[in-house]
């Protein structure tokens, strides 16, 4: 069957954990779906797990889904919220939709501890700073 379904890349989409901060300032971090490419995406499902061990006992999180209809081109959607006390997991977020009729199905993998200030860069479209991952080829 999986055979069966065909697939093209787009190599312009990206997850990012970006922080924010509340009305009390206080920082809230959240994951969001970057489309840079030209092309408007349907049907748009990003499941989110994490996985791992922390203070030497393994940890696994429930898989949550999400459901887009729809993300424009050169567009972003905020997916869900991330608490710190998962950044020394991997946390996992697998993105399918539809691209002018194809299916396209791509794996983001933040690294235990890579989710921090210290690997900030600007995000485009957001303009604001976090940690990207872009589509691999």
């Not at 092309?39 to 999400?66: A, D, P, Q």
């Amino acid at each position: 069957m999986l055979k069966d379904i065909q697939t093209s890349e787009i190599p312009s989409i990206a997850i990012a954990a970006i922080q924010e901060f509340n009305e009390n300032q206080i920082p809230e971090w959240y994951i969001y779906f970057i489309n840079y490419s030209s092309i408007h995406l349907k049907g748009v499902l990003i499941s989110s797990k994490g996985w791992g061990e922390i203070n030497g006992e393994e940890k696994e999180t429930s898989v949550l889904r999400h459901f887009l209809d729809q993300v424009d081109a050169m567009s972003y959607t905020k997916v869900e919220a991330i608490q710190p006390e998962v950044f020394g997991l991997y946390n996992q977020y697998w993105m399918s939709a539809y691209a002018n009729e194809n299916m396209i199905d791509f794996k983001f993998i933040f690294e235990p501890n890579t989710i921090d200030e210290i690997n900030f860069e600007m995000v485009g479209l957001i303009n604001q700073k976090g940690i990207i991952l872009y589509a691999e080829n």
